[in-house]
């Protein structure tokens, strides 16, 4: 059972989570990578990534509300529904707008 963060200070929060969150870095990288390697010259930027990039330069600024500004980035703030999912059955996990 996971001891409660609550209680934890800044030691404990690192003694807990720290392999778990090493780890993620780890894949993330893996997938940059693959993306790396399957670049080809012509290839237009995918807009998911756009918003996976400006999420992850909110990583490591110091700027307070992380998640809040991560989860701000790829949420879709189009007030009207669209007729149609251009892209699949499911979400596409980033809005298809142009991402600054």
Do not use: W
């Not at 993306?35 to 700027?63: H, M, V, W, Y």
């Amino acid at each position: 059972m996971k001891k409660s963060t609550s209680t934890c200070d800044r030691t404990g929060l690192i003694d807990l989570y720290f392999l778990e969150h090493r780890a993620k870095l780890i894949d993330i990288g893996a997938f940059l990578d693959r993306l790396n390697r399957a670049d080809a010259p012509g290839n237009p930027e995918d807009f998911r990534i756009k918003a996976f990039q400006k999420a992850s330069a909110i990583l490591t600024d110091e700027s307070p509300d992380k998640a809040k500004r991560i989860l701000e980035v790829f949420s879709d703030h189009t007030p009207d529904l669209a007729d149609s999912a251009p892209l699949s059955k499911g979400a596409a996990g980033a809005a298809q707008e142009e991402v600054k």
